[in-house]
């Protein structure tokens, strides 16, 4: 049994949804369902400081 991500992602694929790829990024399904609710729910300006954070951190490693 994988993490919770991990398996929500199986049946994210398994249902239809499609990875898509930036470049030799690869952004996983349960990643833009994630970003689509928190910008439903806190609106463009959490999703905008979310999403910085996300990068600065993908590129410190």
Do not use: D
């Not at 990875?19 to 959490?46: C, D, K, N, S």
Request: proline content about 2%.
């Amino acid at each position: 049994m994988g993490t919770l991500f991990g398996e929500l992602n199986k049946i994210l694929l398994e249902t239809g949804f499609s990875r898509m790829y930036f470049g030799e990024r690869t952004v996983e399904p349960v990643l833009i369902i994630f970003f689509g609710v928190m910008l439903w729910f806190l609106g463009i300006q959490a999703l905008g400081l979310v999403s910085l954070l996300c990068i600065v951190i993908i590129h410190i490693q």
